[in-house]
């Protein structure tokens, strides 16, 4: 999947492009809202990431020109300010997304899929799920492991899901508050991490590989092989 | 409802200004109308007085050179009936004129030896011999059975004897009488009508002082951009209202910095922040042994609480000014402590900390969602960074007419004694605290731009609690610091 990645700082958008090549996709990258304009005309993206404080023009502006001359690919918009513009939210009802910098790669990776998903629509919500040998009913709201039924709370079961969803990525703590919890924050203390733990006395029961992993500094995996 | 309009009336600054107005007017009309008076009864009483004296020579003459016989009492008499015909100021022609001016001749013997007027003339007499002198100016006379007195005039003749000429001022005084009283009604009706005309003028006046006000408290509380009412007009008021403007302009161009400077501070720092976390990550996600990656993993850990307290540090500082931007939407304060309390427990039951919940059910706010979340959240993490093991935090979700109440409280050690006066300020912590003594301080900035108010105390059970009042208003009442579309950058 082609990307194009709009970001005025060169130390910022060297690593966001390398991190996505490593990731799979190809990029160019534009300093400007001109340079980002002619690109798009020439070629077709599958998504953009637009950074909103550009040299030569606000990146709202960039992104509704863009739109008017017929691009419809998802946005994912960088911030450098804390509380979000109300024309961004309005943009975030439209299917694109927005992340505060400093972000974590791991949640820019997460929020692009997402996006290039939503955007494919073709995820049909699966009434079952499996990871390796964890199953999960969603008609039942019921997990189990091995052909064994976890006894998980209904709060338990959607964080589980929403690892199990994306299996093999790295999930951050804030990723998992705005999902799973629906807040927007950063959270001072390690309320995050004892439900991780709580869930993991859960799953990884003695005895059995561990499943949920701590990537350390960044947030948690669920592995898939 | 009328006692009510007349109290506010009489509380306002144009009721004031009309009644001391009045006030000055009435006293100095008055003080104009007394001299005026004076004036007038001194006129008249010296007219009298010279016809009096005239007079009184004309019959002392008369009465000198009359031979005494048995003729000289009605030679006399009839010169002083003539003479009351004339008298100046006669209003009742056809009233009895001996009622009206009276002749008294005495002899040297003080027997009466004549007397022209009405009566016997004895009254007269004995008020004149009261007077112990006689003098050749008129005085006057108070005589028994009259109300009002004689102006009188004596002479002594040759013979020893004296005549006295006496004119009742009883004209004069009505004459006076009846000035007071339509001085009185005019200066009455002048009074009355002239206040009314300050009280409308001054109100109307006032009146605009008082639109300003109203624009200028609205624009205090939400759109710094409007302006107050300015009128056309070159006076104090107009100035009042430029004033007032000029300021607003500097105000708001000031907070238009404010959001530049803490836009550009933001924008200057997290550009770095984010590209080093970047590349520690990066560098994280190479193949690493876990003690290689230690120091790159509390690197990144040490740049989120950097980030965090720079975000805090932001927005505690726009709040203070009145500078946060809210998008507000309509919050189940209900659902939402209950979902945080569902994400706080875990971490709490660990920490052998117990929380409950009493709730008055569903209680929707109007407020800013993602503010109000970390307020929430401020609040649960003092109680678990503070709280020692086996402690209980009660919240309480209360609801009112135009407030939402949130009281959390513990019974813990309290807040330190010390701090329990300033715990809102920034920076401000408990010794034994870890944070960054942003946290309350960031609720409190929160909670009062929403209009709201927040206090903290210690139970006298032991124990700190918070409560929190948190505005019901629909959008429109909640206080907006306004909203300048000010372009992230």
């Given at each position: 999947?082609?990307?194009?990645?709009?970001?005025?700082?060169?130390?910022?958008?060297?690593?966001?492009?390398?991190?996505?090549?490593?990731?799979?996709?190809?990029?160019?990258?534009?300093?400007?809202?001109?340079?980002?304009?002619?690109?798009?005309?020439?070629?077709?993206?599958?998504?953009?990431?637009?950074?909103?404080?550009?040299?030569?023009?606000?990146?709202?502006?960039?992104?509704?020109?863009?739109?008017?001359?017929?691009?419809?690919?998802?946005?994912?918009?960088?911030?450098?300010?804390?509380?979000?513009?109300?024309?961004?939210?309005?943009?975030?009802?439209?299917?694109?997304?927005?992340?505060?910098?400093?972000?974590?790669?791991?949640?820019?990776?997460?929020?692009?899929?997402?996006?290039?998903?939503?955007?494919?629509?073709?995820?049909?919500?699966?009434?079952?799920?499996?990871?390796?040998?964890?199953?999960?009913?969603?008609?039942?709201?019921?997990?189990?492991?091995?052909?064994?039924?976890?006894?998980?709370?209904?709060?338990?079961?959607?964080?589980?899901?929403?690892?199990?969803?994306?299996?093999?990525?790295?999930?951050?703590?804030?990723?998992?508050?705005?999902?799973?919890?629906?807040?927007?924050?950063?959270?001072?203390?390690?309320?995050?991490?004892?439900?991780?733990?709580?869930?993991?006395?859960?799953?990884?029961?003695?005895?059995?590989?561990?499943?949920?992993?701590?990537?350390?500094?960044?947030?948690?995996?669920?592995?898939?092989? | 409802?009328?006692?009510?309009?007349?109290?506010?009336?009489?509380?306002?600054?144009?009721?004031?200004?009309?009644?001391?107005?009045?006030?000055?007017?009435?006293?100095?009309?008055?003080?104009?109308?007394?001299?005026?008076?004076?004036?007038?009864?001194?006129?008249?009483?010296?007219?009298?007085?010279?016809w009096?004296?005239?007079e009184?020579?004309?019959?002392?003459?008369?009465?000198?050179?009359?031979?005494?016989?048995?003729?000289?009492?009605?030679?006399?008499g009839e010169v002083a009936e003539l003479a009351s015909r004339e008298v100046p100021y006669k209003l009742r022609s056809n009233s009895n004129e001996n009622d009206f001016v009276f002749f008294?001749?005495?002899?040297?013997?003080?027997?009466?030896?004549?007397w022209v007027g009405s009566g016997?003339?004895?009254?007269?007499?004995?008020?004149?011999?009261?007077?112990?002198?006689?003098?050749?100016?008129?005085?006057?006379?108070?005589?028994?059975?009259f109300?009002?007195?004689f102006?009188?005039?004596?002479?002594?003749?040759?013979?020893?004897?004296?005549?006295?000429l006496g004119l009742s001022?009883q004209d004069?005084?009505?004459?006076?009488?009846?000035?007071?009283?339509?001085?009185?009604?005019?200066?009455?009706?002048?009074?009355?009508?002239?206040?009314?005309?300050?009280?409308?003028?001054?109100?109307?006046?006032?009146?605009?002082?008082?639109?300003?006000?109203?624009?200028?408290?609205?624009?205090?509380?939400?759109?710094?951009?409007?302006?107050?009412?300015?009128?056309?007009?070159?006076?104090?008021?107009?100035?009042?209202?430029?004033?007032?403007?000029?300021?607003?302009?500097?105000?708001?161009?000031?907070?238009?910095?404010?959001?530049?400077?803490?836009?550009?501070?933001?924008?200057?720092?997290?550009?770095?922040?984010?590209?080093?976390?970047?590349?520690?990550?990066?560098?994280?996600?190479?193949?690493?042994?876990?003690?290689?990656?230690?120091?790159?993993?509390?690197?990144?850990?040490?740049?989120?609480?950097?980030?965090?307290?720079?975000?805090?540090?932001?927005?505690?500082?726009?709040?203070?000014?009145?500078?946060?931007?809210?998008?507000?939407?309509?919050?189940?304060?209900?659902?939402?402590?209950?979902?945080?309390?569902?994400?706080?427990?875990?971490?709490?039951?660990?920490?052998?900390?117990?929380?409950?919940?009493?709730?008055?059910?569903?209680?929707?706010?109007?407020?800013?969602?993602?503010?109000?979340?970390?307020?929430?959240?401020?609040?649960?993490?003092?109680?678990?960074?503070?709280?020692?093991?086996?402690?209980?935090?009660?919240?309480?979700?209360?609801?009112?007419?135009?407030?939402?109440?949130?009281?959390?409280?513990?019974?813990?050690?309290?807040?330190?004694?010390?701090?329990?006066?300033?715990?809102?300020?920034?920076?401000?912590?408990?010794?034994?605290?870890?944070?960054?003594?942003?946290?309350?301080?960031?609720?409190?900035?929160?909670?009062?731009?929403?209009?709201?108010?927040?206090?903290?105390?210690?139970?006298?059970?032991?124990?700190?609690?918070?409560?929190?009042?948190?505005?019901?208003?629909?959008?429109?009442?909640?206080?907006?610091?306004?909203?300048?579309?000010?372009?992230?950058?």
């Amino acid at each position: 999947m082609r990307l194009l990645l709009v970001e005025d700082e060169p130390e910022i958008s060297s690593f966001v492009k390398q991190s996505l090549v490593e990731a799979g996709y190809e990029v160019d990258t534009a300093e400007n809202g001109s340079a980002a304009t002619q690109l798009a005309s020439k070629q077709a993206y599958h998504g953009l990431i637009v950074d909103l404080g550009l040299p030569d023009q606000d990146g709202i502006d960039l992104i509704l020109q863009l739109r008017r001359s017929g691009i419809n690919s998802p946005v994912l918009i960088l911030s450098a300010r804390r509380s979000v513009d109300d024309r961004v939210k309005g943009l975030e009802q439209g299917g694109d997304d927005y992340l505060t910098k400093p972000f974590a790669l791991a949640e820019l990776l997460a929020r692009l899929r997402n996006l290039l998903r939503r955007n494919a629509a073709t995820s049909e919500e699966a009434a079952r799920l499996r990871v390796l040998d964890l199953e999960l009913d969603f008609i039942s709201r019921r997990a189990s492991r091995g052909g064994e039924v976890l006894n998980l709370s209904p709060q338990e079961f959607v964080l589980l899901a929403y690892l199990c969803r994306h299996a093999g990525r790295v999930i951050t703590r804030s990723m998992l508050l705005s999902e799973v919890w629906g807040m927007r924050f950063q959270p001072n203390t390690n309320i995050v991490d004892v439900h991780i733990y709580r869930l993991r006395g859960k799953v990884d029961t003695e005895g059995r590989e561990p499943l949920i992993r701590t990537v350390r500094g960044i947030g948690y995996v669920l592995k898939d092989r | 409802m009328y006692s009510k309009t007349a109290n506010s009336l009489m509380r306002s600054a144009a009721w004031r200004i009309s009644l001391w107005g009045a006030l000055a007017f009435a006293v100095g009309t008055m003080l104009v109308f007394v001299m005026l008076h004076r004036f007038i009864a001194n006129d008249i009483q010296r007219r009298s007085d010279a016809w009096l004296t005239g007079e009184v020579a004309v019959l002392g003459d008369v009465a000198g050179r009359t031979p005494k016989d048995r003729l000289y009492s009605r030679v006399v008499g009839e010169v002083a009936e003539l003479a009351s015909r004339e008298v100046p100021y006669k209003l009742r022609s056809n009233s009895n004129e001996n009622d009206f001016v009276f002749f008294l001749q005495v002899g040297n013997d003080g027997a009466l030896k004549l007397w022209v007027g009405s009566g016997d003339g004895l009254p007269n007499l004995a008020a004149i011999r009261e007077r112990k002198f006689i003098s050749d100016v008129p005085y006057d006379l108070y005589v028994k059975g009259f109300n009002s007195p004689f102006r009188t005039a004596s002479m002594q003749l040759d013979d020893g004897s004296h005549i006295y000429l006496g004119l009742s001022e009883q004209d004069e005084l009505r004459v006076l009488k009846n000035l007071r009283f339509r001085f009185f009604c005019l200066w009455l009706l002048i009074v009355l009508f002239g206040s009314a005309i300050v009280f409308f003028v001054t109100k109307r006046m006032l009146g605009h002082v008082r639109k300003i006000t109203e624009a200028a408290s609205q624009i205090g509380q939400s759109d710094l951009s409007r302006r107050v009412p300015t009128s056309r007009r070159n006076d104090e008021i107009g100035h009042l209202a430029q004033t007032l403007n000029h300021m607003l302009d500097r105000i708001e161009s000031s907070m238009h910095q404010l959001h530049t400077i803490t836009g550009a501070l933001a924008h200057d720092l997290r550009s770095p922040l984010t590209a080093i976390r970047g590349k520690l990550e990066i560098a994280l996600s190479g193949d690493f042994k876990a003690e290689q990656s230690e120091p790159l993993v509390s690197a990144i850990d040490e740049l989120d609480r950097l980030t965090e307290y720079l975000n805090v540090s932001l927005d505690v500082a726009e709040a203070k000014a009145d500078a946060l931007r809210l998008s507000l939407t309509e919050v189940d304060l209900d659902e939402l402590i209950r979902v945080m309390i569902g994400l706080y427990e875990p971490s709490m039951s660990e920490k052998g900390i117990h929380v409950n919940l009493r709730s008055a059910g569903l209680v929707t706010v109007t407020a800013d969602a993602a503010l109000l979340h970390r307020v929430i959240a401020n609040l649960l993490d003092n109680e678990l960074n503070h709280l020692p093991a086996s402690c209980t935090v009660s919240i309480t979700l209360g609801v009112n007419e135009d407030a939402a109440t949130l009281l959390v409280e513990d019974d813990g050690p309290g807040f330190a004694s010390e701090i329990v006066h300033q715990i809102f300020e920034q920076r401000v912590k408990g010794r034994d605290s870890k944070g960054h003594g942003l946290g309350l301080a960031f609720v409190e900035a929160v909670v009062r731009a929403h209009g709201g108010s927040v206090t903290a105390s210690n139970r006298p059970k032991g124990g700190a609690l918070l409560l929190i009042s948190w505005p019901r208003g629909s959008k429109a009442n909640i206080e907006v610091p306004h909203s300048l579309t000010l372009v992230n950058r």
